[in-house]
């Protein structure tokens, strides 16, 4: 049977027997990238007078959207523009650098918007984004 990957942050799962001279890279991946992401990693979101969606895949590979700091940066192009995070269970520390409010959502539910210079808590419940202060 090969690897699956977790629900939220799409760390690898090996099977029991599999890899069997491999695994040893993909763990010290799982514990030095994907958890040191989800844990204190920061990355840059920018926005360029669109709406902006980060999404994960099943890869150990680096990606925005499993990061604990959201730094947006770019143009919002003078209106409100929204930052589309997965439908998973994971919060998000967000740092607003954008001229305008961005509204951070799942692919349905509430919003929380962040204003313009600030930087704010939320939490994605899978369903919801919801303040965490």
Known sequence: MA???SNN???E?????EKATTWGTITNTNLGTTL???IVGSADVSFSNANKTISLSNSNASQDARNLRLNLTGTTG?????LTVPDIEKSYIVNNGCADAVAVSNSSGTTV??????TMWVYSTGSNVVDIT
């Open 3 to 5: 690897s699956t990957y």
């Open 9 to 11: 942050l799409k760390i």
């Open 13 to 17: 799962l090996i099977t029991t027997g």
């Open 36 to 38: 040191e992401e989800s």
């Open 78 to 82: 003078g209106s409100t523009r929204t």
């Open 113 to 118: 918007t962040v204003p313009a210079g600030k």
